[in-house]
DNA sequence: GGTGGTGCCGCAAACGGTTACAGACACGCG
DNA sequence: CGCGTGTCTGTAACCGTTTGCGGCACCACC
């Protein structure tokens, strides 16, 4: 037995008929294959010092027994999980969910696995930063994605050895991808002022509970600058704002319309809150672009459906170049933290138009 | 020292200020509490044979020491791994992330982690199946969202004492969740049947890599059925398929649109789809509910805001339901695998109307 | 005072790999 | 022939928990 040529010649695995009788260990295939587990364990890893023909015999071997090595006894040995834990506010959103689709296909062929956690409040940012410090081993590294950690957190973090790319905010401490949330605000307010708006709304977003303060208030900073510029100051009392769904969104956006002094257009922060938006303005029997202009941001599938000018952030490639940074960090060189800042791009769709005549 | 009555006052935990220098373990934790690393993990993790007052001091040491068990280490003694893992043809999609939102959320609540992988393909399937074998010890169970596997491969599955549920489709081996795909297409379809429409067109899914030929088949005999108790015989011709991008169904509703014999409303398997349906509408200047009426399924969060005729599945509830199963299928009892089939709801919008005057 | 419970607790053997270290062997060269 | 060099392989010591089993103290009850 435990003759090569026959085994390899085989065909497919014989496996064990015994059901789930004799999970095969690596000294099974060892045994079988007349090595070492050390040389199993080499082999099947693509290590070297390993004679090509061993190693042949081994794969053959391992590949005849079905053999799958036992993940919790490698990574306790090899003290690496190969895996990543990623913390978004809300999985279904939009924006969360297509950045973790394109994260978890790069990282996956990078041969990790993606953990994936949902992070609604600073209990659970807590509890989230506590389980995946390396000293758990439950994760290699993790991700922020719109879950934002203050500079000490963030320092405190690494300081234990803890590996982290950030999403959507940005700390000295982490290596980050972000785009540049001021220039979006104004790009999105300038592009109404020029339209002739001067009564222009801003659907802010208290993002989850306050997890990320940055985005919105950066956001409304542009709104600010850009109204400086034109010389003009924003009505505070057209300022609300809400969670990223478009049902609150829509409410909100009710509060702002359905005054005498309304505005004659609207800022949202999100595509989502932008959809938000239009259905009040559908209910108040408003023509969007005509009697209310509306600006959003994201570029959200189906904001070309609904003719939604927005400022668009690539988000595909925010998640490839933050698996990026984290295929880096998990290599063996030591540097410091790398911040990436990505192009956003005013997308011009049926949406805005001049101020209708009230 | 190892004096509990001062750990316990002295307050937040000290830590060790030599920053990653000494992961403290359970031993650690057994020596300063002066019990053995048995009782501290028995104290630890609530399990019963543990003085109250032992437990008590334990637990103030673990927390003054700010121990963090190593997971793979209890993973590997315990033989348990508190992780499910999904698979989802594609993370992105409206209906995959919403439904990973929701039974996250649950599977979060009983403390389980969720391992998210995107398969796509038969070569993807294969590898998530090995991989998630019992065996290798990655999960306690996975969810197969739309990743069909057929009866032979489910049974192996769980003969090789793999656990799992299925969303989406039917297997006799696994517990599963699912709607009743005739039933949507028929209620679809009869909806326009009812308008007076009499060429109605089938935009199908071809799911990934013909991961689950299920759903559009059914959903097919469904219009299929509906026109034949309508005495009806569909036209082939208006059938045509692609992936669940609105991108895709655009041109594919081209193809059924820009001809002379073109359909008066289209039946599109996904509201995705039907959003692309709409925008292929829009190409031609056709009115929505008019020209061309169009019914979807899901109901999408955008579906309202476009005024999209669909067939509504709960998906949220869904998420909840797999949640629900999967909880009872890790407890003690080994019972059969149960099949919970949903109610879906036609949801009236204005995308259907009676066919126009051509 | 023996006897049978009962409730806590510790010992030490798993769990299934990885890897530092050293040994074995072949080879080439002075 | 002695020796260094390089390649392959095996031995055995970990990695940090969990848990079956047995011991011990204490109590109640004959």
Redesign the interface.
């Known amino acids: 037995m435990a003759d090569l040529g026959e085994a390899s010649l085989a065909g497919r695995p014989v496996a064990q008929a015994a059901?789930?009788g004799s999970?095969?260990r690596i000294g099974d295939v060892a045994r079988a294959a007349e090595v070492s587990t050390a040389t199993v364990s080499r082999a099947l890893r693509g290590l070297p010092h390993v004679a090509s023909a061993t190693r042949q015999r081994v794969l053959a071997v391992a590949a005849e027994l079905d053999y799958?090595?036992?993940?919790?006894?490698a990574?306790?040995a090899a003290g690496t999980?190969n895996?990543i834990a990623v913390a978004v506010p809300?999985?279904?959103?939009?924006f969360?969910?297509?950045m973790?689709?394109?994260l978890?296909?790069e990282m996956?062929a990078a041969g990790y696995?993606?953990?994936?956690?949902?992070v609604a409040n600073l209990d659970e940012r807590q509890r989230f930063i506590?389980l995946n410090?390396?000293?758990?081993?439950?994760s290699d590294a993790v991700v922020l994605i719109d879950v934002a950690l203050d500079e000490t957190a963030a320092e405190a973090f690494v300081?234990?050895?803890g590996r982290a790319v950030s999403v959507g905010f940005r700390t000295q401490a982490l290596s980050s991808v972000t785009v540049d949330n001021v220039a979006v605000g104004s790009d999105a307010t300038q592009i109404l002022l020029r339209h002739g708006h001067r009564r222009i709304g801003l659907l802010s977003l208290d993002s989850g509970d306050s997890l990320n303060f940055s985005i919105p208030a950066h956001r409304a900073q542009g709104y600010e600058q850009a109204h400086a510029e034109a010389r003009l100051t924003p009505d505070p009392a057209l300022r609300v704002s809400t969670s990223n769904s478009?049902a609150e969104a829509r409410r909100a956006a009710h509060v702002l319309l359905d005054t005498s002094e309304r505005p004659s257009a609207i800022f949202a922060m999100c595509d989502?809150q932008a959809?938000g938006v239009?259905?009040a303005a559908r209910d108040l029997d408003l023509c969007i672009g005509e009697d209310l202009s509306v600006v959003g941001v994201d570029d959200h599938?189906?904001s070309?459906?609904?003719g939604l000018t927005t400022v668009r952030q690539h988000v595909a490639r925010q998640g490839a170049v933050a698996a990026e940074l984290l295929l880096h960090m998990l290599g063996p060189s030591v540097e410091p933290p790398q911040h990436v800042q990505l192009d956003t791009e005013l997308i011009i769709r049926d949406s805005v138009g001049p101020p209708g005549v009230d």
Do not use: C, I, K, Y
Not at 133 to 138: A, K, L, P
């Open positions: 059901g789930a999970p095969v799958r090595p036992n993940l919790p006894a990574r306790l999980t895996t809300d999985p279904a959103a939009w969360n969910a297509t973790v689709g394109a978890g296909r996956t696995d993606l953990l994936l956690s949902g506590e410090g390396v000293r758990s081993g439950r300081a234990q050895g478009w989502e959809f239009m259905l599938d189906q070309r459906l609904v």
